[in-house]
């Protein structure tokens, strides 16, 4: 099921591109032909403007303002799932920042508390993490929409504790039967690990100020402090851990825009073209 | 923009040669057998085929399957240590099963040992590792004793059981 899950998420991830593809819209030049260069001789009566040759374009292209500033809000998967999963408590706050016209300033701060009730092994994991990188939004947006549908990375930085509340003996041989399963309680603190996260994620305005999105990540390990004879199987931000250092992950956030400043979108530039003769 | 696409389709691939991790692989080393050796007395570097031996481990009516049958004649077994405890004992019954009673031999062999416990992995959970008592590693002791041991000498080759690639235990008969 897990796996299956893990290739869905694959799957998705590729499709959510084809639509970033589906959507993007090259400039259309406009002609130079068609761009007339006039001067305007004001009649004597009226107060004198400034002559010089000015570009009148026959488009009407409105003057279309970009919104700059923060964006906040909270992982409400993280946090719904406290309700129906008496084995894990977390917070996850979102944030970003515009800093160019398709880059964003993107972090997550987290923290979670969650009991993994595996066949052999009951562990709890608690811990914070934080996360810091960026988004490039690769979505041409229409007229005013403020849509997102972003690639980004991130580094990611977690500290926890694991305690161990029971585990069981693998015996191939069960010839003196299954053996029971043994309580420990035993606590390994101290534990860090970083990593590395690949994230897709789409964030569409519903209204006002107010965005909804999900990000899918990608995640691979670079350090993990290991606890003595046990293993980091859950790591909070990273989630599950697998044989090799890869792992999965995604959010459901809700988010609130502030506008920090405004931008004018500067109209396309077209090189005009010299004919040499 | 095809560049992240290729970039985001090699890290997909990159996902589905994940290995499964749910099930505990057959091949991971995981607690140990005590694996013995039978080695002829007259000849000690001879291996020597045992007749029809029983082994039950004490408590039990049913005796450890070889190959699916309870009793071997080979050469060479593996046998699980209790992983609760310190001690295992077993009884070796030579021509198992025989209608001529007098052939019929019981020894019993008590293990004593100390464990320690190794993590494996999620699928696994733990194995137990057992290190024999380096004073007193066995007890041997036989059914009756107006009768003879057919296990003439018992040698502790490795008193670490950590694996099943070598022979821990060779007893002489």
């Known amino acids: ?277 | 923009m095809k560049k992240i696409i290729l970039l985001v389709f090699a890290l997909a691939l990159s996902f589905s040669s994940c290995e499964k991790d749910d099930i505990c692989d057959a091949n991971t080393p995981t607690t140990p057998l005590l694996v013995i050796g039978f080695y002829d007395f007259l000849n000690p570097s001879v291996l020597k085929n045992v007749s029809n031996l029983k082994v039950v481990g004490e408590g039990m009516t049913d005796g450890i399957l070889f190959n699916g049958s309870q009793t071997t004649s080979g050469n060479t077994i593996s046998i699980p240590l209790k992983t609760v405890g310190t001690s295992t004992t077993y009884s070796f019954t030579l021509n198992s099963g025989n209608p001529n009673s007098v052939l019929i031999d019981e020894d019993f062999i008590k293990f004593d040992y100390t464990t320690q416990e190794l993590f494996v992995s999620r699928a696994c959970g733990y194995k137990s590792i057992f290190t024999l008592d380096p004073t007193n590693p066995y007890t041997h002791t036989d059914a009756t004793a107006a009768n003879q041991k057919w296990i003439k000498f018992i040698s502790v080759e490795k008193s670490n059981i950590e694996n099943e690639n070598e022979t821990h235990i060779k007893i002489f008969f």
Request: hydrophobic residues 35%; glycine residues 6%; contains cysteine.
């Open chain 1, 1 to 277: 099921m897990k796996h299956t899950l893990r290739s869905f998420f694959s799957i998705c991830l590729v499709l959510s591109l084809t639509l970033v593809q589906a959507q993007e819209t090259t400039p259309v030049k406009s002609d130079p032909k068609t761009a007339k260069t006039e001067q305007i001789i004001p009649e004597a009566p009226l107060p004198l403007v400034k002559i010089s040759p000015e570009i009148i374009k026959n488009d009407s292209i409105p003057v279309k303002t970009d919104r700059y500033g923060v964006r906040v809000g909270v992982d409400l998967y993280k946090l719904t799932r406290a309700l129906y999963d008496k084995d894990y408590k977390g917070i996850e706050l979102v944030g970003d920042y515009r800093l160019t016209k398709k880059y964003f300033l993107a972090a997550e701060l987290g923290n979670e508390n969650k009991t993994t009730d595996d066949d052999r092994v009951n562990f709890t994991t608690k811990g914070s993490y934080i996360k810091a990188g960026f988004d490039y939004n690769a979505y041409e947006n229409w007229l005013d929409m403020e849509n997102i549908i972003s690639i980004g990375m991130r580094y990611g930085f977690s500290t926890f504790n694991q305690q161990l509340n029971s585990y069981r003996i693998y015996n191939a041989n069960p010839y003196f039967g299954e053996v029971p399963v043994i309580p420990s309680g035993k606590k390994f603190d101290g534990l860090s690990a970083s990593w590395i996260e690949v994230v897709a994620g789409v964030k569409a305005k519903v209204f006002d100020n107010v965005f909804v999105g999900f990000s899918l990540r990608l995640n691979r390990l670079i350090t993990n402090k290991e606890p003595e004879n046990f293993s980091n199987l859950y790591i909070p931000g990273f989630n599950r851990t697998y044989d090799g250092d890869f792992g999965v992950g995604f959010n459901y956030t809700i988010t609130y825009f502030v506008p920090i400043y405004k931008k004018k979108v500067k109209p396309i530039a077209v090189p005009k073209k010299v004919e040499k003769k």
